[in-house]
Antibody, heavy 114, light 111 residues
Framework: QVHLVQSGAEVKNPESSVKVSCKAS????????YTWVRQAPGEGLEWMGD????????HYAQELQGRLTISADESTSTAYMELTSLKKDDTAIYFC???????WGQGTLVTVSS | QSALTQTASVSGSPGQSITISCTGT?????????VSWFQQHPGRAPKLLIY???KRPSGISSRFSGSKSGITASLTISGLQAEDEADYYC???????????FGTGTTVTVL
């Protein structure tokens, strides 16, 4: 059973960057792609992007192109989501999931506030 | 990216059946049999209920079923239970430019 554990909550200033990790266990890391989804307070789910570790290239939502980088480290079975030039509207819970959406991390709250 | 349209709220009594609809376009729901449904309780991560329109992951009750007709996908919950009270989201693959679109979400209330 695949288990995804994310890094802890972050508080960031506007215009700074945040990097959230998602460590996988219980299954071959390279067997899955990894997706990032976010949810602003009281709002719905928003697909951000994904990566297939064996290929190394990510796909990103058009609105986040240029600010978002998704990466994966096979040696530690960890996927990463880095978002730059943070705005208050980026305040949200960020979830990682396997690409088939069968397995999800617990979520990481990122708060952008001055 | 454009969100798929869901009814904001649906309610039902215990034991009843309810259906949640998810309307997209011919470039997402209408083009691919890659519609998923998720259940989300407050403060929790989403949970996959249905994938590829009508398939259930192991461990998901047969009370949950999915279907699709044209540009509209549907999730039916049979034998409604108190624990089914949650938010529900659909999601569809939308091609290599948009990739995935989520629905606007439906709050299910068990009366």
């Amino acid at each position: 059973q695949v288990h995804l554990v994310q890094s802890g909550a972050e508080v960031k200033n506007p215009e700074s960057s945040v990097k959230v990790s998602c460590k996988a266990s219980g299954g071959p890391f390279n067997s899955f792609s990894y997706t990032w989804v976010r949810q602003a307070p009281g709002e719905g789910l928003e697909w951000m992007g994904d990566i297939m570790p064996v290929l190394g290239t990510g796909h990103y939502a058009q609105e986040l192109q240029g600010r978002l980088t998704i990466s994966a480290d096979e040696s530690t079975s960890t996927a990463y989501m880095e978002l730059t030039s943070l705005k208050k509207d980026d305040t949200a819970i960020y979830f990682c999931a396997t690409g088939d959406f069968h397995h999800w991390g617990q979520g990481t709250l990122v708060t952008v506030s001055s | 990216q454009s969100a798929l349209t869901q009814t904001a709220s649906v309610s039902g009594s215990p034991g009843q059946s309810i259906t949640i609809s998810c309307t997209g376009t011919w470039t997402d729901v209408g083009s691919y049999n890659l519609v998923s449904w998720f259940q989300q309780h407050p403060g929790r991560a989403p949970k996959l209920l249905i994938y590829e329109v009508n398939k259930r992951p192991s461990g998901i009750s047969s009370r949950f079923s999915g279907s699709k007709s044209g540009i509209t996908a549907s999730l039916t919950i049979s034998g409604l239970q108190a624990e089914d009270e949650a938010d529900y989201y659909c999601c569809s693959y939308a091609g290599s430019t948009i990739n995935y679109a989520f629905g606007t979400g439906t709050t299910v209330t068990v009366l």
